[in-house]
């Protein structure tokens, strides 16, 4: 198959890359990364409170790739990745860039998409509120999480979603979301 994840990342060109990872996500891979973007942000001097933000969008934006992937389709090169993702971390000229990438099966686009969709369609207070009410009225799902991610991830950075569903075939498209974290907001 000629479906390659890299062709789709967004903004290629724009900023230095800090950290790509692919492969599976599970617990080990996910203190890495966090441990090794604070290293390196620590190393250029990046500001405390900067730091703080990307660190905890990246948490974020981990455990929804632990816990909200769905499996590799059959033909996928990678079928030893239990939870296959992608990970980008970019130092851009207008802040830092997170991208993430995983296989959503297409029964899941639909609810993903309009999710997304509200988040992008509130306000920052209306997004404070909606953190808010999930928070105090939550319900485990299956995969473990009860619907913060997103909307805390829109909620910290102040900035609408960038995402982009890709075909990877009848049953699978990848989905590639593009956070900005900057000192905005």
Do not use: C, W
Not at 138 to 160: E, F, M, P
């Amino acid at each position: 198959m000629s479906f390659n994840i890299e062709n789709y990342l967004p903004n290629q060109s724009d900023g230095d890359v800090i950290l790509y990872y692919k492969g599976n996500v599970d617990s080990d891979v996910i203190n890495h990364v966090l441990d090794t973007v604070e290293e390196k942000m620590v190393k250029v001097n990046e500001q405390s409170k900067l730091r703080k933000k990307v660190y905890n969008v990246l948490v974020e934006s981990l455990q929804n790739l632990y816990h909200h992937v769905d499996k590799v389709p059959d033909d996928f090169y990678d079928q030893t990745s239990e939870r296959f993702g992608l990970l980008v971390i970019k130092k851009a000229s207008d802040g830092y860039r997170i991208i993430t990438g995983n296989f959503v099966h297409v029964d899941n686009i639909e609810k993903l998409e309009e999710k997304i969709k509200r988040i992008n369609r509130s306000s920052h207070e209306e997004i404070k509120e909606l953190y808010k009410f999930i928070l105090n009225h939550q319900r485990i799902s299956a995969k473990g999480g009860g619907g913060l991610g997103l909307v805390d991830i829109a909620r910290k950075t102040g900035h609408k979603l960038d995402y982009l569903f890709k075909e990877y075939n009848d049953h699978y498209s990848f989905f590639y979301l593009n956070i900005l974290v900057n000192e905005d907001k």
